[in-house]
């Protein structure tokens, strides 16, 4: 029932999915890149779980949450919906691979729980948190990807290091063995228009080729997470090689924000 039910018709979520890859294509080519340069990460902060399964099975292997909780509620869930797949499911229904990124703030204790579940932490800002992740993936033996988030707009944002600091701590983590440093993260703040969110993400590609020239990270330093649903678009102009969305694919708040506000 279900599947001809697809095949008559694309899913909302489909067709919300097109739109913005076709933004995320257009964007590109106006700023003369690669629409495969960009990695789509779809947050799934206000996803139901059969949303999150059926972008999946659309073909997105990159998803996003912000909370440490929610990862350890969803990747059970997801993980035996992907085994389900791979074991009945038709061939290709699933992406091979999933890749789980923390975007959202991160406590110093919630780190050892967080990191043996995700692939990539984006919201590094200071020295006591990279210590934190250093110490428990020694003990993991997991050599773990991580993102300095940048406070680049220096007003709205309590998280995010100094512009100021930045470079002096991206120096510091690329000491650390079981860190590998692989770009930078920021948010624009949530008021601004896109001509002002796009001087947001400039800066923060300033500081990006800035740390490359110092050649921090080395080969693996090439990412710039930047780009919202407001604001992807100014983002892929000034570089951004994963874009982070949530709203634009899933819609509106779902009570696992509403947690958040009331927290
Ligand atoms: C929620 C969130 C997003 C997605 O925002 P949308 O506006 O829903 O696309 C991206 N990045 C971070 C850090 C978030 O917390």
Redesign the pocket.
Known sequence: MEGAIVAARKSPLAEKLDQVRERIAAAAEKAGRKAKEITLIA?T??AAPEQIREILQLGVADL?E?RVQIIQQRIPQVNEFLQRQRTHGEPGAVPAKVRWHM??HLQRNKVKPLLPMVDFI??IDSLRLAEEIETHAAKLDKKVSVLLEINASEERSKFGVAVGASLHLAEQLDTMEHIQLVGL?T?APLTDTPDQARFTFGRTREIFEEMKWHKIGGAAFKHLSMG???DFEAAIAEGATMV?????LFGGKLESEQAEAAE
Do not use: C, P, Q
């Not at 982070?244 to 634009?248: F, P």
């Open positions: 947050v902060k206000t996003g912000s975007i959202g984006h919201s993260m948010m919202m649903s407001n982070r969305i949530g709203t634009s």
